[in-house]
């Protein structure tokens, strides 16, 4: 059974650097891109960062960039979100899912990828 299994998040305060994992149950992570996005109360999903999984690239969101960044790590068969200076509007569920067959040049279809982990909230409130 192929999974993708999230970490980390909850509350936190802003300015905040936590970081979320996703990692892979019964496939090799590193041959799939991984894309990262949230869904805030009342919008629809948002895009946020990918990492591709044929050359390591990755995207991030206008929202995002500067702020969070993506990071895989081959050992643990993980993909890290690190976030950083974490305001109110980063209040979100966020999501990881894996395909072999997007690129990561920005938000992909969200209605066609292949693999989705549980999406986990994150709640930035002081």
């Known amino acids: 059974q192929v999974q993708l299994v999230l970490d980390g998040g909850g509350l936190v305060q802003p300015g905040w650097s936590p970081r979320l994992s996703c990692a892979a149950i019964?496939?090799?992570?590193?041959?799939?891109?991984v894309t990262w996005s949230r869904e805030a109360p009342g919008k629809e999903r948002e895009g946020v960062a990918c990492?591709?999984?044929?050359?390591?690239?990755?995207w991030y969101a206008d929202s995002v960039k500067g702020r969070f960044s993506v990071s895989r790590n081959s050992a643990k068969n993980t993909v890290y979100l690190h976030m950083s200076s974490l305001k109110p509007d980063d209040t979100a569920i966020y999501s990881c899912?894996?395909?072999?067959?997007?690129?990561?040049?920005?938000?992909?279809?969200?209605?066609?990828?292949?693999?989705w982990g549980q999406g986990i909230p994150v709640t930035v409130s002081s």
């Open positions: 990492i591709s999984g044929s050359d390591g690239s990755t």
């Open positions: 899912a894996a395909d072999k067959m997007i690129s990561c040049h920005g938000p992909p279809d969200y209605n066609y990828l292949e693999i």
């Open positions: 019964g496939f090799r992570l590193d041959d799939y891109t």
